[in-house]
């Protein structure tokens, strides 16, 4: 799952820092205040690669894809593409807690033929 999750979190790095660039664009927002919200989102991005296995780490990253889709608020694009993180964030979630269920169970099978 930890592979998965990952790859989605550092895609949306870079789409986080994407987006601030088109953000820089509107008139009504700070640039300061950009950068500092894009920043943080990217920081949160790279921490939760290392917290995803951990408890809650999944949950933070639901809070994540949450504020990506709420990100569209400021860069409607971002509606659109924070869905399709969340998609991404769901089956990164889903699939990989198939591969982890279906390495532990082959490595028991290989224990238990290895023990006989």
């Keep these: 799952m930890r592979t998965l999750c990952s790859s989605t979190l ?13 953000a820089m ?8 205040t950009v950068w500092t919200v894009c920043g943080i989102a990217m920081f949160a991005c ?13 949950a933070l990253g ?3 894809q949450i504020a990506l889709v709420a990100a569209g608020f400021f860069v409607p694009m971002m ?3 924070g869905l ?16 982890d269920e279906a390495k532990a169970r082959f490595a028991a099978q290989a224990d238990t033929a290895d023990a006989v």
């Design 10 to 22: 550092i895609g949306e790095f870079f789409i986080v820092g994407f987006a601030g660039l088109v």
């Design 25 to 32: 664009k509107d008139p009504d927002l700070a640039m300061s």
């Design 46 to 58: 790279v921490v939760l690669c290392g917290l995803v296995t951990r408890p809650g780490g999944v």
């Design 62 to 64: 639901w809070a994540l």
């Design 79 to 81: 509606f659109i593409v």
């Design 84 to 99: 399709l993180f969340a998609g991404l964030w769901w089956a990164s979630v889903h699939y990989g807690r198939k591969v």
